[in-house]
């Protein structure tokens, strides 16, 4: 796997190998897996061995059965979640355990709470008391029983996927840490045992206390892309930058305190200086932190600004070099129509006077002439209007599209009564554009209905929606309609989906209506089914 920096070696940035999500994922299992092979061999130690394997030393006190038995219940609740899909049979079965936990921690906290003996412990196991002073018959320690209580409710809500229940499980998820982490620094600290002459609620078995660490940690890492684990599982800057300042605040702090408690117990250092060191170390170390990170986002703002300009001097010459484009455009099609108009009008001149005085071939010729010069023109004007599309500055004034559609209608008047159409519409609303090309917009779609009509009387119905922050309108006809696959190209420029000789047309109308939503911050799409009609909508910031 390679790793490219950036700006910082401390901080790079995954480019290739195993992403984090895919990471993360795989460090869950390997966490689940040992928490279930611990508490199997914690609890074989248990019933048969009568070893010091379920306490790690042999100065600790142990783990008891109930929370060993809890612990490799819930492993195999979070192997099943991590392995089976959760419709399955087995992958339900998480569910259940969490109930099955939940309830050993509510038991147990209850025996507790109320001083009295139920029998719960010892209907699970019959053991002998480890210790002389025991007075609970092995019983958990209240600590490990609040992180049942917190585990059951984690595999109960964790098949849920709604963004809520999510944040709810990785919240109870941290806590359940943040308890684990408390129970381990209880023993850095040598709190004394719960069930000794001074009780503190702090204890619990050190193995007991990694395990559940283990576990919060594969509940976090095994749902990466949901919630709080998205930033860490990012690749980029935000995603190295947490991951890297976590494990920081994590370890550095807890090393400069062990070893200025490792001083104090070893006289090295007086009884006062281990806080004194302390403090001016938490100090040093988070002023150290607000430094990087101050100087990574100074970096970073140092990057962002030197590629705004960039994309800056970017944009300023792309706007330069397309208004060269549509000057050309405008130029070279204004400067064609004087020499076309000639040759146009010396072909029909040559038409009328020599028809049928030469051959029939020279007639055709002659035709095809006067025929390939119409349709030069009207490219040419086509092309003309779409330039004029961009060079037109008007501001945009309040535009009532019921007015603008009265005097579409008006003009297409003749195209609708010889084709025998009708143009309905439902109530239009009043928006701030350019009257002039959304009446161009109007006329081309309704116009494009009455063209390709097929053998149906065309029907055109337009309406209008607010959806959001725009105005969406719709112009539905009952024409001949076209493939989905050719919903894009209709809109580009010069691209016809009908021959010529049935449809005439230069291909450049949609096109003009696409420049025109691109000019309002708009846009333009199409929906149709073959002999079944289109529908053609086009939306409109409501501003």
């Not at 970017?314 to 706007?319: D, G, R, S």
Request: proline share 4%; net charge neutral; hydrophobic share 45%.
């Amino acid at each position: 796997m390679t790793t490219d920096s950036v700006s910082n070696p401390g901080i790079q940035v995954q480019s290739s190998g195993r992403s984090f999500p895919e990471t993360y994922r795989l460090i869950a299992k390997i966490l689940t897996a040992l928490t279930v092979m611990c508490s199997v061999l914690v609890l074989v130690d248990r019933l048969v061995f009568f070893s010091y394997f379920h306490k790690i030393l042999p100065s600790h006190w142990p783990m008891k059965t109930n929370a060993a038995l809890g612990l490799l219940i819930s492993g195999v609740a979070l192997w099943l979640r991590q392995t089976q899909p959760r419709e399955s049979r087995i992958g339900k079965l998480s569910r259940y355990f969490g109930i099955v936990i939940f309830g050993l921690g509510i038991v147990t906290l209850y025996e507790y709470i109320f001083s009295v003996e139920l029998g719960f412990d010892r209907i699970l196991f019959e053991l002998m008391r480890t210790v002389d002073y025991f007075p609970v018959y092995d019983r958990m320690a209240p600590l490990a029983a609040i992180n049942f209580l917190l585990m059951g409710v984690i595999l109960f809500l964790y098949e849920v996927e709604t963004p809520r229940v999510i944040l709810v499980v990785q919240i109870l998820t941290f806590f359940l840490f943040f308890t684990s982490l408390v129970g381990i620094f209880s023993h850095v600290y040598v709190l004394p045992n719960w069930f000794g002459p001074n009780p503190n609620f702090l204890s619990i078995a050190l193995f007991a206390a990694i395990l559940f660490t283990f576990l919060a940690l594969s509940v976090l890492f095994s749902r990466p892309d949901k919630g709080f684990m998205v930033l860490f599982s990012d690749d980029g800057i935000g995603g190295s930058l947490a991951r890297w300042l976590t494990v920081f605040s994590i370890i550095v702090p807890s090393i400069l305190d062990l070893m200025t408690m490792w001083g104090e117990r070893t006289g090295f250092l007086g009884d006062n200086s281990k806080s004194v060191i302390d403090i001016s170390a938490i100090i040093l170390v988070f002023t150290f932190v607000v430094y990087q990170a101050s100087n990574w986002v100074s970096r970073l703002d140092g990057e962002r600004r030197k590629a705004e300009e960039v994309l800056r001097k970017t944009v300023h010459e792309l706007e330069r070099s397309n208004a060269d484009l549509e000057q050309f455009a405008y130029v070279a099609s204004h400067d064609l129509q004087e020499p076309l108009r000639m040759i146009g009008s010396y072909v029909q001149l040559l038409q009328r006077r020599y028809k049928g005085k030469l051959d029939s071939d020279a007639d055709d010729f002659i035709e095809y002439a006067v025929n390939g010069a119409k349709r030069m023109r009207n490219l040419i004007n086509d092309l003309l209007a779409y330039s004029r599309v961009v060079r037109r500055r008007k501001d945009f004034e309040p535009t009532s599209f019921e007015e603008i559609l009265k005097q579409v209608e008006a003009d297409l008047r003749l195209a609708v009564q010889a084709s025998g159409g009708s143009i309905t519409h439902e109530p239009l609303p009043t928006i701030n554009a350019d009257p002039v090309q959304i009446a161009q917009v109007l006329q081309n779609l309704i116009g494009n209905a009455l063209k390709f009509h097929g053998d149906r009387p065309p029907k055109v119905h337009i309406e209008a929606k607010k959806e959001n922050a725009e105005w969406v309108f719709s112009v539905r006809d009952n024409g001949i309609g076209f493939e989905a696959q050719y919903a894009d190209r209709i809109f580009v420029i010069f691209q016809r989906l009908q021959g010529g000789e049935k449809y005439p047309g230069t291909g450049i109308g949609l096109a003009i209506c696409k420049k025109i939503m691109e000019r309002h911050g708009g846009r333009i799409w199409a929906e149709s089914t073959p002999g079944e009609g289109s529908v053609f909508h086009f939306a409109i910031p409501a501003i």
